[in-house]
């Protein structure tokens, strides 16, 4: 196909701009500045339209006019199916875009072509377009697409075909992912290590139980062995309590008997004669001593008072002694009477003391009974009875608090949420193991599907060497450089990357490769070739080759050169 005219009312920086294209070479030479690579997107544009972007800098956004205006133009071209013009209108997005076609020659609307005018008639969408026909000086590398594998391959294939390729595998490299990550979420040893952390939590407080249940039992073979000696404690002091009744009524009675002889004896008794006998019979003596000893005195003195004091203690020492004479025959009289009436109160109270004696004999035998009963005293078995009743409200309280123990530690088994853990490790087992089913599977697929992308690539890797090989011994003999599958170019001396090649060789590579592309790929019709100032980096050598090769293509290819040095002119 031919480039015919252009015409641009407002894009980017140009605007109501007219361009007449040369079959052969048509070169553009204007200062930096002008809106060569604008033309160049206009042309684009023309044929692919402009798409929406979100971008701030895409290309809907960096080609709006500067200074209103119709943002849109025309543009007449030539192809196997006669002469065409194509008008479009660009009003803020693709669908609301206006595409209009005409067939120049006699300016009518023409349906020949749709708005997708440029995968139409060049049969690659705008990528591989781009990839191939537009030669930028900053866009010189062309990456394989599904278009260009497409292309191609041995025309079986359609660009959609290999981009459905291209998407299967991503989707199913996505899917990988994503079943990875929710394998991954899922965390199976993780929850390995918390059911184990709960199993080691749930033996431990098993430990706890059982240490627990142990000690209850001991306690109850401790308290039924305490029980049986209290019931047998109980019995004794419920004998002891007997017998102490017994003793009690023995007592009483002999309380009784003891009051009634009292009461009698009290009756028989009399009063006893006054104790003075004694202390007069005294006196008397007393007083003849000292009688005589006043007539000492006397005879010794010859006084008068001596004689009176000694016949007056006489005298009454004689009286006084008359006088105790006297009460000792009535008070051996009274005693004789007294022991007669107390002979008479034993006689008559001979058989209560008699039962006294008896039931004093009971009491001994009742305590002996006592003695016997205890084994010892009886404070002795009150204190025993008061430690078996301590130790066994001690082992009860314990047996309670242990069997609390036991069912708090149930209760904390119960909470550790065992079972419930349990199962969902078994149900994310399940899972993960579906889960690396699918991936396996998904990995089977996707090794099967690479292997037929890498078995497509093998169909025009050596048709792109070739044509490659073509263009590129104009330039360089030295060095034979290698083109991959993904369309990557090496130095075959040493599989060094491109990256090794200084920039003016570089540049020679991505050149030859481009125009070897643009053989193969453009089957319909063969495209027009717009190279924006690719030379810049060729020195004068490199660069006269550059351009007779560019002499050399345009018998076979339209060419629009775009540069701002007239060094580069063709």
């Known amino acids: 196909m031919k480039l015919i005219s252009c015409h641009i009312d407002a894009y980017g920086k140009l605007k109501n701009v007219d361009v007449d294209f040369n079959k052969g070479i048509t070169t553009i030479c204007e200062k930096n500045g002008y809106g060569k690579t604008t033309l160049a ?75 997708n005018i440029g995968r139409e008639l060049f049969g690659v969408g705008r990528e ?64 390995k290590g918390k059911l184990r952390e709960l199993n080691l939590k749930e ?18 073979k401790e308290l039924s062995s305490l029980q049986r000696v209290k019931e047998e404690m109980d019995s004794k002091q419920k004998e002891f309590e007997k017998l102490s009744s017994e003793r009690q009524a023995v007592e009483i009675y002999l309380a009784d008997i003891s009051n009634v002889n009292a009461k009698e004896e009290e009756v028989t008794k009399e009063k006893e004669p006054r104790k003075g006998g004694r202390v ?22 010859k006084n008068m008072i001596f004689i009176y004091s000694f016949i007056g203690s006489l005298l009454l020492g004689v009286v006084l002694l008359a006088v105790a004479i006297f009460q000792k025959k009535r008070k051996k009289g009274a005693k004789n009477e007294k022991n007669v009436k107390k002979s008479d109160f034993f006689d008559k109270n001979q058989p209560n003391l008699e039962k006294i004696k008896e ?135 040493n599989m060094f990357e491109e990256g090794y090649l200084s920039a003016g060789v570089f540049d020679l590579v991505e050149i030859c490769k ?12 063969r495209p027009f070739i717009i190279l924006d100032d690719p030379f810049v980096n060729l020195d004068d050598s490199n660069l006269e080759v550059a351009k007779n090769l560019i002499v050399k293509l345009a018998e076979r290819f339209q060419i629009v050169l775009l540069t701002c040095h007239k060094s580069r002119k063709i």
């Not at 290999?162 to 899922?186: R, T």
């Open 41 to 115: 997107s206009f042309i684009k544009a023309m044929f692919y339209g402009l798409e929406n972007s979100r971008k701030k800098l895409g290309e809907r956004a960096k080609y709006q006019p500067f200074d209103g205006g119709n943002f849109g133009g025309e543009l007449t071209f030539l192809c196997q199916k006669g002469v065409f013009k194509i008008r479009r209108n660009f009003l803020g997005t693709a669908t609301k875009d206006e595409f209009f076609l005409y067939n120049a020659e006699n300016n009518l609307k023409s349906d020949e072509f749709s708005s």
């Open 128 to 191: 591989t377009f781009d990839a191939t026909v537009f030669f930028g000086q900053k866009e010189l590398v062309s990456e394989i697409n599904d278009d260009i594998k497409a292309s191609l391959s041995t025309g079986k294939l359609y660009g959609d075909d290999v981009d459905a390729l291209s998407k299967a595998l991503l989707k199913i490299k996505e899917k990988i992912k994503d079943y990875q990550k929710e394998n991954k979420a899922l965390d199976v040893d993780g929850q």
């Open 203 to 220: 033996s431990a407080l098993g430990d706890k139980i059982k240490n627990a249940n142990e000690i209850v039992l001991k306690d109850e």
């Open 280 to 301: 007069l019979f005294s006196l008397s003596i007393i007083l003849i001593v000292l009688s005589l000893v006043f007539v000492g005195v006397f005879i010794a003195q």
């Open 359 to 493: 039931k004093e004999n009971a009491i001994l035998s009742i305590e002996k009974k006592i003695n016997s009963l205890f084994g010892g005293t009886v404070e002795e078995f009150v204190s025993n009875y008061e430690d078996v009743v301590s130790r066994m409200n001690a082992l009860q309280k314990e047996i309670v608090e242990k069997r609390n123990d036991v069912k708090h530690y149930q209760n904390e088994i119960e909470n550790l949420g065992i079972m419930e853990c349990n199962d969902y490790l078994q149900a994310s087992i399940e899972k993960s193991e579906d889960l690396a089913k699918k991936i396996a599977l998904l990995e089977l697929t996707q090794n099967f599907l690479t292997s037929a992308s890498q078995n497509l690539s093998k169909r025009y890797v050596g048709p792109v060497q070739q044509k490659f090989d073509e263009y590129y011994k104009k330039f360089l003999q030295d060095d034979a450089v290698v083109i991959d599958g993904n369309l990557d170019v090496r130095l075959k001396r």
């Open 514 to 525: 481009r125009f070897a592309l643009v053989d193969l790929v453009y089957a319909k019709e």
